[in-house]
C-alpha cells in the first residue's frame, strides 16, 4: 500500500513539473499586449489631423512604452525650406507610455486603445521589428504626408509581424485626398484656405480604401472591421477590444488667432469691395491708384514664388501640377516695378491686356479644371481682373 501511494505521488509530481514549465509560458505570453493608439487632432496645423502610435506591454518585464513614429523638430537646420520642398526627415521615437499619456492629457487630445489580437510568436516578432527599427542607423526616414507617416509606418510594421494576410473590410466610397483633408480642417478656415492652395489637382483624384488609411481615425476604422487570414487559412479578428484610455475635457473651438472672426472668402470679398470702390473712382477721376497694384499684384506675386517653388521643385506628389499657378506666379512680382513705372507715366501696359485675356478665360474654364479650387479665389481673381480692366480703360480714355 505504502509503495503504491509513493508510486502514485511520483506520477503525480511528474506530471506536475511537465506542466509547470508550460503554465509559466502561458503567463509570460498573456503579460504581452500590443496595441494600437489613435490620437485625436489637436488646434496646431501639424496635430489637425490626429496622430498614431503602437503601445507594447509585458507586465511581467515592467515593460509599458509607446513607439511613436511622428517625432520631428522644427530647431532642425533648414525644416520650413526642407518640409516645403519634401524633403523632411522624421524618426522613431520610444518614450514611457506614462509620458505619452500625459502629453495628450495636456493637449486636450482623446486617445483610443485597440488592443490587437496577435499570437506570442507575432508579438515577439513584431516587438523585434520595432526595437530593430529604434537602432539609430534605422530610425530616421523620409516622411511624406500622405503615402510614408507615422500612421502608415504603424499599419506596415503590424502587417508586417502577421503569419498571413489582413483583410480590410471596410466601405469603400469614393473620395480624394482633399475630400479627407477638409474633414479635418472644419473650423480651421484659414489653415484649410492655404493648404488648398497648396495642393494640385493629384490631391483631387479618387483613391482607394489604403490610401485613405493614411489618416490615422480611418487606420482606426479599417483596424475594427479587419480581418487575419493565417497560413492555416483560419481567419480570426484583428482587434480584441477598443477602448478610450485618454478622455478630452473640453471641446476645442476653431482658431483663434487674428483671422479667426472672419473666414477667407468673407476677407476676400473684403477686398473685392475695396478694389471695386477704389477702381470705379480711379476710372471716374482718371487716376491709375497705381498703389492698389502694387498691393494686389504684390500679395499674388509672393504667393506664386510659393506655389511655383511646390510645382517646380517639391518632391511633393501631390503639388504638381497645380493650376492656381495661372491666377499665384511669381510673374506679377518680378513685373511689378515696370508695372508702377508705367503706370505713374501713364503709358500703355500690354501686360495687362495679356492679364485680362488670361484671367477671363481663367473664370469661364473655371468649371472644367480637373481641380478643386477654394471659392475664396474668385474674389481674388475678380480684383486682379478689376485692376487689369481699369488700366485699359485709362489708357483708351488718354488715346
Not at 155 to 167: A, L, M, P, Q, S
Not at 295 to 322: M, Y
Amino acid at each position: 500500500m505504502l509503495k503504491r501511494t509513493i508510486y502514485t505521488l511520483y506520477i503525480i509530481g511528474f506530471f506536475l513539473l511537465l506542466f509547470l514549465p508550460t503554465k509559466a509560458n502561458a503567463n509570460t505570453v498573456d503579460s504581452v499586449r500590443v496595441s494600437l493608439l489613435t490620437c485625436s487632432p489637436g488646434t496646431e496645423i501639424y496635430s489637425l489631423f490626429g496622430h498614431t502610435a503602437i503601445r507594447y506591454e509585458n507586465l511581467e518585464k515592467g515593460v509599458d512604452v509607446a513607439f511613436n513614429y511622428g517625432m520631428f523638430s522644427f530647431n532642425s537646420p533648414n525644416f520650413i525650406f526642407r518640409f516645403v520642398k519634401g524633403e523632411t526627415d522624421y524618426e522613431l521615437g520610444v518614450v514611457d507610455f506614462s509620458y505619452f499619456e500625459r502629453e495628450y492629457a495636456m493637449r486636450n487630445s482623446s486617445v483610443y486603445q485597440q488592443t490587437l489580437n496577435l499570437q506570442p510568436e507575432e508579438k515577439e516578432k513584431l516587438w523585434q521589428i520595432l526595437t530593430e527599427n529604434y537602432q539609430p542607423e534605422n530610425r530616421v526616414y523620409r516622411y511624406n504626408f500622405f503615402f510614408d507617416n507615422c500612421t502608415t509606418r504603424a499599419r506596415d510594421k503590424i502587417e508586417e509581424c502577421i503569419y498571413g494576410t489582413v483583410n480590410y473590410q471596410g466601405n469603400n466610397i469614393k473620395k480624394t485626398f482633399r475630400d479627407i483633408i477638409h474633414e479635418y480642417t472644419k473650423g480651421f478656415p484659414w489653415s484649410e484656405f492655404g493648404i488648398d492652395i497648396c495642393l494640385g489637382s493629384e490631391a483631387d483624384k479618387p483613391i482607394g480604401f489604403r490610401q485613405k488609411m493614411f489618416s490615422p481615425f480611418y487606420l482606426l476604422h479599417a483596424m475594427d472591421s479587419a480581418k487575419i487570414k493565417e497560413l492555416s487559412g483560419k481567419n480570426r479578428v484583428m482587434i480584441k477590444e477598443t477602448q478610450e484610455i485618454v478622455t478630452r475635457s473640453i471641446e476645442e473651438k476653431g482658431e483663434d488667432n487674428l483671422f479667426s472672426s472672419i473666414s477667407p472668402m468673407v476677407a476676400m470679398g473684403l477686398l473685392l469691395l475695396f478694389t471695386l470702390l477704389f477702381t470705379v473712382l480711379g476710372v471716374w477721376k482718371g487716376m491709375s491708384f497705381w498703389w492698389l497694384d502694387i498691393l494686389l499684384f504684390g500679395i499674388v506675386g509672393l504667393a506664386g514664388c510659393v506655389i511655383a517653388f511646390l510645382v517646380f521643385f517639391s518632391v511633393h506628389p501631390t503639388v504638381s501640377p497645380n493650376y492656381l499657378l495661372v491666377l499665384l506666379n511669381p510673374i506679377p512680382l518680378i513685373y511689378l516695378p515696370f508695372m508702377t513705372y508705367l503706370a505713374i507715366k501713364r503709358r500703355k501696359d500690354y501686360y495687362h491686356l495679356i492679364n485680362f485675356i488670361v484671367l477671363t478665360l481663367f473664370i469661364l474654364l473655371w468649371g472644367i479644371i480637373p481641380q478643386e479650387i477654394s471659392s475664396a479665389i474668385l474674389p481674388l481673381t475678380l480684383c486682379l481682373l478689376l485692376r487689369s480692366a481699369s488700366n485699359l480703360i485709362l489708357t483708351y480714355k488718354r488715346k
